[in-house]
């Protein structure tokens, strides 16, 4: 529901008039437009709206009918002071969709669109009066629906990088804001230089494809927008991480790091890791530094910590005496 209103609405204001799209600068009508859209098979109605729309002083043919570039118009029928059309959209937002409309004179028009997406059907009917003029090139649906999605579009884009991420399918080829692609890339992608930044992306990842969202998942957006996906970012991580000596990274994300790890890595700082994944090396080092010591030597020792682990592993080990 959330990926679907958004464009259906933008599609709806671009639909509540008919569109002259070579329209120059210029007057054109304004009308008062109420408009009622209902999702069929929901328990309740949305309640209806009037807007004052700017629709051409003249219009005709299939150029009456909005559409984005992914939208394909079929069928356009006109039978007098009526029309009839077909509309498909493809990608992302895929959509069909029929529409009427009848245009009453100098009174105004009504006419009804009814479009089907993802598996849910919406149907809005509308009704225009005619209460004065306007200037239909800036003031058209078709201009304000472009500056709505603009917008909307922009507003995305002003969230934090680890927050955006998630807002990938919204940029992808065939979706409204894909004209912007090149700025949300430029955005995110640095997300992938930062070791933490990429614990989350992989958590955020697992968990939508868990949940079936794999297209619109954290390293498909990585990889929409050039990187190469998951393993081309850990090929880059893991030698920066083994560089950092961020350990508890190697052992998440870099298996293939590990015993080089092993070798780089400091007993003082990182005793978890030697103790518990280098135990040949960790041996080594406790009977240099930890063997023979009493407790006041140990505690004032740089390597209590790690001493204390290794006393702590050894103790786990032993057998637990029998009854």
């Not at 105004?108 to 849910?120: F, H, L, P, S």
């Not at 304000?144 to 927050?163: E, N, T």
């Not at 955006?164 to 640095?190: D, Q, R």
């Amino acid at each position: 529901m959330k990926t679907m209103l958004p464009l259906f609405a933008a599609l709806l204001l671009l639909s509540i008039l008919p569109q002259h799209l070579d329209a120059q600068a210029g007057t054109g009508n304004l009308y008062r437009v109420t408009t009622k859209m209902e999702m069929v098979g929901m328990p309740f109605a949305m309640p209806a709206r009037t807007n004052e729309v700017c629709g051409p002083k003249q219009g005709g043919g299939q150029a009456m009918v909005p559409h984005q570039d992914n939208c394909q118009v079929l069928d356009f029928q006109v039978n007098g002071n009526k029309s009839s059309f077909r509309m498909v959209c493809t990608g992302r937002e895929s959509m069909t969709g029929t529409g009427e409309f009848e245009m009453l004179g100098a009174a105004g028009y009504r006419g009804k669109i009814t479009a089907e997406m993802q598996g849910m059907q919406m149907v809005m009917n509308f009704d225009g009066k005619r209460i004065g003029d306007c200037n239909y090139a800036t003031d058209s649906p078709q201009a304000k629906g472009q500056a709505m999605v603009a917008k909307s579009c922009d507003q995305m884009l002003a969230q934090p990088a680890d927050a955006l991420i998630m807002a990938g399918a919204n940029f992808k080829e065939g979706t409204m804001c894909h004209a912007k692609m090149s700025v949300y890339c430029g955005k995110v992608l640095p997300l992938a230089n930062d070791l933490k930044a990429i614990r989350n992306l992989d958590a955020a990842d697992a968990s939508m494809r868990q949940s079936g969202a794999t297209d619109n998942a954290p390293w498909e957006t990585m990889k929409a927008c050039g990187l190469g996906g998951r393993s081309a970012v850990m090929a880059k991580a893991c030698p920066k991480a083994l560089a950092s000596g961020d350990m508890d990274f190697i052992t998440s994300f870099c298996p293939a790091q590990v015993d080089a790890a092993c070798a780089k890595a400091d007993p003082k700082s990182s005793a978890d890791f030697l103790v518990d994944h280098c135990p040949a090396r960790a041996q080594t080092i406790a009977a240099q530094q930890c063997a023979g010591r009493d407790f006041t030597a140990m505690m004032g020792s740089p390597y209590a910590g790690f001493c204390g682990k290794m006393a702590g592993q050894r103790l786990n080990r032993k057998p637990k005496p029998s009854n």
